[in-house]
């Protein structure tokens, strides 16, 4: 299970939240949002990028970010 706290707002305009090895990062492009989630692997191999998408809004490139996250999550723990 995912273990969250709240979504961070970072000074350069990034939405972020952090559940263990897994980061989820939410950014305004233009008229939409970038969501991007990652996992570190290991000292020894840079971190893996588990998705990567776009939403039309704020509350809909958290939410897809934290489900996205939340089956990493599950997969990891497998």
Request: without cysteine; glycine residues 8%; charged residues 25%.
């Amino acid at each position: 299970m995912l273990h969250t706290g709240p979504w961070k707002v970072r000074p350069n305009g990034f939405y972020s939240m952090q559940s263990g090895d897994i980061r989820l990062l939410v950014e305004k492009v233009g008229a939409g949002f970038r969501v991007l989630v990652t996992r570190d692997t290991d000292e020894m191999q840079p971190e893996e990028v588990v998705y990567a998408g776009s939403a039309a809004n704020v509350a809909d490139a958290m939410m897809t970010a934290t489900r996205i996250a939340e089956r990493a999550s599950a997969r990891i723990a497998a």
